[in-house]
């Protein structure tokens, strides 16, 4: 997947002039408080080159996992054209792109961010490229303020970075928040599935619709030691690589999460939750369906189906007209 062209330009903006070591040695540090999952009362990104390696090396994969969810979300919800975004712990505004790539018609936006560094260069990179944004310094581990109802509120890569105590009240707080729909993800480890199982049943307790990845709303039926989570392929830019020391140009981004709505989404025969296996006249499917985690073989006997089914890809929906 490859960042909308006006974000690109942007970001390249961001990093001209930027001394390829000192680059390198922000990245470090970032993946590795990323990686420990730190919380130490200290921001992940904090001051320009913090910001800069983010925009070299993170900002393509959130916006591709986000985007990956939005799709999700507008596939089973082909209803929802959101005019207003809550973001909480927005970074640079990353999940406002997405949001406005996906639904072009989005009007405005709310982002919520504590990091100074953040909010600056998010509003650089922001210029006329998408709705009017109020940007407004909040930190999440405290009670959120007296916010409005917005049709779709964005929490991504945000629970890791909280204590376990202060999860819930931030999940229904955001609730309280949302006229539709709550999207929220993490990374795509066991630690982040459990953060996002247990703010699905929050969420489904508090009356909500799982519209995505689910095509249910009982318990996850997968058992330890699976999990359920998602990839989405990343194109590398050459900064790109160079500040991660690779040499590969493409990365997995790997992440989990629930997309939870005030409104049931199209029912689905199920999702698919690992890679399909085969080609050709055989392809067997692991599958999500509203009975449970069913494996599925399609071959040249269930005709069209085969043709639907060699389309598919890890995360996609399995349409109900089609099982």
């Known amino acids: 997947m490859e960042l909308p062209a006006a974000l690109r330009a ?27 999952e730190l919380r130490d ?57 997405a949001a406005a790539e996906t639904w072009p018609g989005l009007s405005g936006a709310t982002l919520l961010e504590g990091s100074a560094a953040f909010r600056d260069w998010g509003a650089r990179l922001a210029g006329d490229a998408v709705p009017p944004t109020e940007w407004r310094a909040a930190d999440l581990a405290q009670p959120l303020p007296q916010l409005p109802a917005h049709d779709l509120v964005i929490l991504s890569y945000v629970l890791d970075e909280l204590a376990p105590d202060r999860r819930g009240a931030l999940v229904d707080g955001l609730w309280a928040a949302t006229g539709d729909l709550l999207l929220i993800v993490e990374p795509g480890t066991p630690a982040g599935y459990r953060r996002i199982l247990d703010a699905r049943a929050r969420l489904v307790a508090a009356g909500g619709h799982v519209v995505a990845p689910c095509p249910h709303d009982r318990v996850c039926p997968l058992a330890e030691p699976d999990w359920c989570h998602f990839a989405r392929r990343v194109a590398r830019s050459r900064i790109h690589r160079q500040a991660k020391g690779g040499e590969v140009p493409w990365e997995d981004e790997k992440f989990a999460y629930v997309a939870v709505s005030r409104q049931p989404g199209r029912p689905i025969a199920g999702r698919v939750i690992a890679p399909p296996r085969g080609a050709g006249s055989r392809i067997d499917l692991r599958l999500c369906a509203p009975e449970g985690v069913v494996e599925r073989t399609v071959t040249k006997r269930d005709g069209a189906l085969l043709k639907a089914v060699r389309r598919l890809r890890w995360g996609d929906a399995l349409e109900r007209e089609n099982h």
């Open 10 to 36: 942007a970001v390249d903006r961001a990093l001209e002039g930027v001394a390829l070591a000192e680059l390198s040695a922000a990245a470090s540090r970032l993946s590795q408080r990323y990686r420990a």
């Open 41 to 97: 009362g200290r921001f992940h990104v904090d001051g320009d080159r913090a910001v800069q390696a983010y925009l070299a090396t993170r900002l393509p994969a959130t916006y591709a996992a986000i985007r990956a969810c939005l799709e999700a979300v507008a596939e089973r919800r082909p209803d929802f054209t959101p005019a207003r975004l809550l973001d909480a712990g927005a970074g640079p505004g990353t999940a406002l792109w």
